[in-house]
T-cell receptor, first 111, second 114 residues
Framework: GESVGLHLPTLSVQEGDNSIINCAYS??????FIWYKQESGKGPQFIID?????DKRQGQRVTVLLNKTVKHLSLQIAATQPGDSAVYFC??????????FGTGTRLKVLA | DTGVSQDPRHKITKRGQNVTFRCDPI?????LYWYRQTLGQGPEFLTY????????KSRLLSDRFSAERPKGSFSTLEIQRTEQGDSAMYLC????????????FGPGTRLTVL
């Protein structure tokens, strides 16, 4: 079936460096994409979203890039901080209410 | 804290027992979702309510699972005759009516079936 996946299961970055987390999706009908952050023992927390009519969206220290040609989504975190350590999930939806999540990437911030 | 609460946060039960979880969504959200998450995986959709109507159930939701949202506010998820394979985090989320609206997740209920 259609699914969302991630390239890297674990990413380690030095504090202060930029982080890039990637995600590949397979459903060309998906038109809304979301990045969630999940800390241990907690539910997913919304970070940023993007619609398919956009290529880039920026938030506070985070940027999401969408490449519909290759069905690729990325999350960029600027000046990574220890509090950014978590598992990051991308999710997609094709205009329905159902989110399809990938398996997640664990981000480790090294002091 | 997203405003979505779940109770209990942790549940340990023996195989064959029944368990019930509760979710209280954000008050103005009429859409409510249940997901299941196993270790190292992303959440998997289980079921969805719009107000009190259950509009979709995933094939992951076997006949041992039942969910209700009787008054369109809080929801319960019951698992009968629990099996070890039911051990997971059960997440509830809620959202406003538009399909693009962010789903706000609760902290989850961690179920361990011994």
């Amino acid at each position: 079936g259609e699914s969302v996946g991630l390239h890297l299961p674990t990413l380690s970055v030095q504090e202060g460096d930029n982080s890039i987390i990637n995600c590949a999706y397979s459903n060309s009908a998906s038109d809304y994409f979301i990045w969630y952050k999940q800390e241990s023992g907690k539910g997913p927390q919304f970070i940023i979203d993007i619609r398919s009519n956009m290529d880039k969206r920026q938030g506070q220290r985070v940027t999401v890039l969408l490449n519909k040609t290759v069905k690729h989504l990325s999350l960029q975190i600027a000046a990574t901080q220890p509090g950014d350590s978590a598992v990051y999930f991308c999710a997609e939806t094709d205009g329905t209410y159902k989110y399809i999540f990938g398996t997640g990437t664990r981000l480790k911030v090294l002091a | 804290d997203t405003g979505v609460s779940q109770d209990p946060r942790h549940k340990i039960t023996k195989r064959g027992q029944n368990v019930t979880f509760r979710c209280d969504p954000i008050s103005e959200h009429n859409r409510l979702y249940w997901y299941r998450q196993t270790l190292g995986q992303g959440p998997e959709f289980l079921t969805y309510f719009q107000n009190e109507a259950q509009l979709e159930k995933s094939r992951l939701l076997s006949d041992r699972f039942s969910a209700e949202r009787p008054k369109g506010s809080f929801s319960t998820l019951e698992i009968q005759r629990t099996e070890q394979g039911d051990s997971a985090m059960y997440l509830c989320a809620s959202s406003l009516p538009r399909t693009e609206n962010e789903q706000f997740f609760g902290p989850g209920t961690r179920l361990t079936v011994l």
